[in-house]
Structures are given as structure tokens and as C-alpha cells.
């Protein structure tokens, strides 16, 4: 009697909740170690790809200054990183994001770095290709907002205040009338002189 199960060879065991995810274009990802295999389900005689994890250096958010470390109000506990990457959740798009109405694939590594992946369409390998860096792009936009340390006075800057144009988020913008304020949430529309 033939079963109606198959077996696949990973690399390794998945060690994390969240390391096995399918896919609504039905193919099965499994986070095992460094490596995400993908894999087909109705081929499971090798995987159809993978996706090889980099190292990633950390955000330079909360980090003690190695002269800080030996002071009296800090903890004289040692903290250590996990140096090799290592997936620990994985998560399939819905069908139609990836250029061959395919799903992206989102891996987070213990390093807390989320990257988006695609099948290689155009690329001749078995390799999938890094569509987004999450992490150092949401990084980014909050280095450029200063963390919100400044109240939100980035968004809008008066840059000529007779004329009525204020620069919102780099780009310019006319406000079509002017407006004073009487008080708190009243507002009338300043007459033309």
C-alpha cells in the first residue's frame, strides 16, 4: 500500500514556532538554522529554492559605549548577541505581490532584521532574491524624524510665511488661503489686503 506522506531533507531541524509557513500558491517554507528552504508539494524530491541568510550588523539603537560599561549604575551583568543569523519566524504574502503573481517572502532572524524575498524570475538561481530590508528602512525613516525626539516639528516647517507656502515631508506645498487663529480649534479666513 502506497503512503500518502514524503519525506524532504533540510539542513536542519526547525528550532522556532513560526519556522514552517505555507504559502497560497502552495509552496511550503521551513526556517531550519541559516537557511529557509522552499519547497513544492507535489515535488518534494528537492527543494525549488532557498534563501541563504547574511550576516547583519545590529542598529546602533540602546548600545553602551565600552568606556560606560565598568560604571556603578549599570547592571554587572555581560549581554551577548547571537552571532550567526538564524531565521525565527517566517510569513507568506498574499498571492499577487511578487512580480510573477507569486507571494514575497518575510523572514526575521534572531538579529531582529526583517527582509522581504522573492522567487528568482529573471535570475538564473536557485537562490531567492532580497526584494526589501524592513528593518533598515523603518531604521531610516526614524533617524530622519530623530526618533520623534522632536515632537513632530519636521513634518511641517513655515519657509515663507507671506506667501503662504509651508515645506511638508521635502516637498512644497501652497495653501490656498491664509488662516489666523482665534483661539484654541476656531479659525477664520484672514481677508485679502
Given at each position: 500500500?502506497a503512503?500518502?506522506?514524503q519525506a524532504?531533507?533540510l539542513?536542519?531541524?526547525p528550532?522556532?514556532?513560526?519556522?514552517?509557513a505555507w504559502s497560497s500558491?502552495?509552496?511550503?517554507a521551513?526556517?531550519s538554522?541559516?537557511?529557509?528552504?522552499i519547497?513544492?508539494?507535489?515535488a518534494?524530491?528537492?527543494?525549488?529554492?532557498?534563501v541563504?541568510?547574511r550576516?547583519?550588523?545590529?542598529?546602533?539603537i540602546?548600545?553602551?559605549?565600552?568606556e560606560?560599561?565598568?560604571?556603578?549604575c549599570?547592571?554587572?551583568?555581560s549581554?551577548?548577541?547571537?552571532?550567526e543569523?538564524?531565521?525565527?519566524?517566517?510569513?507568506?504574502?498574499q498571492?499577487?505581490?511578487?512580480?510573477?503573481?507569486?507571494c514575497?517572502?518575510?523572514?526575521?532572524?534572531?538579529?531582529?532584521?526583517?527582509?522581504?524575498y522573492r522567487?528568482?524570475?529573471?535570475?538564473?538561481?536557485d537562490?531567492?532574491?532580497?526584494?526589501a530590508?524592513?528593518?533598515?528602512?523603518?531604521f531610516?525613516?526614524?533617524?530622519i524624524?530623530?526618533?520623534g525626539?522632536d515632537?513632530?516639528?519636521?513634518?511641517t516647517?513655515?519657509?515663507?510665511?507671506?506667501?503662504?507656502?509651508?515645506?511638508?515631508l521635502?516637498?512644497?506645498?501652497?495653501?490656498?488661503?491664509?488662516?489666523?487663529?482665534r483661539?484654541?480649534?476656531?479659525?477664520?479666513i484672514?481677508?485679502?489686503?
Amino acid at each position: 500500500m502506497a503512503t500518502h506522506y514524503q519525506a524532504a531533507t533540510l539542513i536542519a531541524s526547525p528550532s522556532y514556532p513560526n519556522a514552517i509557513a505555507w504559502s497560497s500558491d502552495n509552496l511550503v517554507a521551513v526556517a531550519s538554522g541559516h537557511i529557509v528552504t522552499i519547497l513544492n508539494p507535489a515535488a518534494l524530491d528537492g527543494p525549488r529554492g532557498l534563501v541563504g541568510l547574511r550576516h547583519s550588523d545590529p542598529f546602533p539603537i540602546g548600545v553602551v559605549k565600552r568606556e560606560d560599561l565598568l560604571e556603578p549604575c549599570l547592571l554587572p551583568t555581560s549581554l551577548a548577541r547571537e552571532t550567526e543569523p538564524c531565521a525565527r519566524s517566517i510569513s507568506w504574502s498574499q498571492q499577487g505581490f511578487a512580480p510573477n503573481y507569486g507571494c514575497l517572502l518575510a523572514v526575521c532572524t534572531v538579529n531582529d532584521h526583517v527582509k522581504l524575498y522573492r522567487s528568482p524570475i529573471w535570475e538564473l538561481c536557485d537562490e531567492w532574491v532580497e526584494v526589501a530590508d524592513i528593518s533598515q528602512l523603518l531604521f531610516n525613516y526614524y533617524k530622519i524624524i530623530n526618533f520623534g525626539e522632536d515632537n513632530g516639528s519636521h513634518l511641517t516647517s513655515s519657509k515663507n510665511t507671506n506667501s503662504g507656502e509651508a515645506e511638508v515631508l521635502g516637498s512644497t506645498c501652497r495653501s490656498e488661503e491664509s488662516l489666523y487663529f482665534r483661539g484654541p480649534g476656531q479659525r477664520k479666513i484672514k481677508p485679502a489686503r
